[in-house]
């Protein structure tokens, strides 16, 4: 059996919701990649990520049905984990943070894969949504308190994996604030928390609690 642990990541205040994640700490155990797909599935969390080297922060990220260069939820876990001030991913070199009760990380919106973002007019809308039908992938949301910069969202990947709807999707929330150009407070799905910011130069910081679960 391979040792693995399990986050939540995006926790909201109190500590409740999150998206789980898994972490396989030695990736060695799992050293090629139709391995870890598999893996991957057989866990069935949204993502699942495979560390090479936890002093340098090399990770690798999987979906049950695919590999991601770069995802925000996997990333700001494992950066909360491994405690390190970088993660080296496909996509590149991603920042990491600890302050206080919250982790951040540090990308850019280019190497979020593609995203259509939906606005609607209000949050109850947002609430109501069904399921879309699978093949598009969908971050709704909404402006909860637009001059304070709170927002309420609820993401779709549209995959056929089981997974309908992601409880709290860092990616996303980077490619809307990168949209936007403000500072969020996104609450999506159940009652996860997603704070970001923008920073110089293109870059973006999403940040949020992380718990660890087993």
């Known amino acids: 059996m391979t040792a693995y642990d399990v986050l939540r990541v995006f926790c909201g205040p109190r500590g409740g919701y999150g998206n789980e994640l898994g972490v396989v700490r030695d990736g060695s155990v799992l050293p090629g990649p139709d391995e870890r797909q598999k893996f991957a599935a057989e866990l069935s969390f949204s993502e699942t990520v495979f560390v090479d080297d936890p002093e340098r922060g090399v990770i690798d990220i999987y979906t049950p049905t695919t590999r991601l260069p770069f995802a925000g939820h996997p990333c700001v876990g494992a950066a909360w984990l491994l405690d390190v001030p970088e993660l080296v991913t496909p996509s590149g070199v991603v920042g990491a943070r600890q302050d206080g009760e919250f982790c951040w990380i540090e990308a ?11 606005q609607y007019a209000t949050a109850a809308e947002v609430d109501e949504l069904p399921v879309p039908p699978k093949g598009e992938w969908i971050y709704a949301w909404a402006w909860a308190d637009e001059p304070a910069g709170r927002i309420r969202a609820r ?12 409880e709290a999707t860092g990616a996303a929330a980077l490619l809307l604030t990168d949209r936007l150009g403000r500072a969020l407070n996104i609450t999506q799905g159940a009652g996860s928390q997603i704070l970001t910011a923008p920073q110089p130069e293109g870059w973006t910081e999403v940040g949020g609690r992380v718990y660890l679960e087993r």
């Open 108 to 118: 850019r919106a280019e190497w979020v894969p593609p995203r259509t973002l939906r």
């Open 155 to 166: 993401a779709f990947p549209g995959r056929d994996d089981g997974i309908d709807e992601d």
